[in-house]
């Protein structure tokens, strides 16, 4: 499938954009991203994902709950590279989830790509329509509005 490509390359590791780390970090690299919108992914692994361990032992699958953090983190990461509220780390919490359809399972081994369209961007609220794709196939969709600040 061809993702979209966004104006600004970036090729960035979450590590360097967000404040999350393992085992709660679900961006493995933000392709490129601009005022409308970004693309990233993020595979899910037994070794990195001990929610496999738990979640269906017999038959892992990725929780909802994470594939919807694991695309709000893209949209995060997106924000920080482009440094819409100025430089370091803001601070990007989910205040609202909305029409979230679950598509497909995603297992261990599958990289999720998010493509993340930009619906609002202005402090201190995000809106955000997520899209997670995995190959060809759309695993899971939503709406999230987000917080956006800075630490204080």
């Not at 005022?35 to 899910?44: D, F, L, Q």
């Not at 359809?101 to 993340?116: A, C, E, I, N, S």
């Not at 329509?129 to 987000?146: D, I, P």
Request: with cysteine; proline share 7%; aromatic share 12%.
């Amino acid at each position: 499938m061809d993702f979209p490509v966004f104006r600004n390359a970036y090729h960035l590791k979450g590590e360097q954009l967000l404040p999350h780390r393992p085992p709660f970090l679900f961006v493995d690299e933000l392709w490129s991203a601009d005022e409308t919108g970004a693309v990233g992914e993020y595979t899910y692994t037994l070794e990195k994902n001990d929610f496999f361990k738990g979640h269906f032992p017999d038959y892992p699958v990725v929780p909802g709950v994470v594939l919807v953090e694991s695309m709000a983190q893209m949209a995060g990461a997106a924000i920080t590279a482009r440094k819409v509220l100025g430089e370091g780390t803001p601070l990007f919490f989910l205040a609202h989830i909305d029409n979230v359809k679950f598509k497909r399972q995603v297992r261990p081994g599958d990289k999720l790509v998010t493509v993340v369209e930009n619906t609002r961007v202005r402090a201190p609220l995000g809106v955000f329509t997520l899209k997670g794709y995995v190959g060809e196939e759309l695993a899971v969709e939503a709406v999230v509005k987000c917080m956006l600040g800075k630490p204080k």
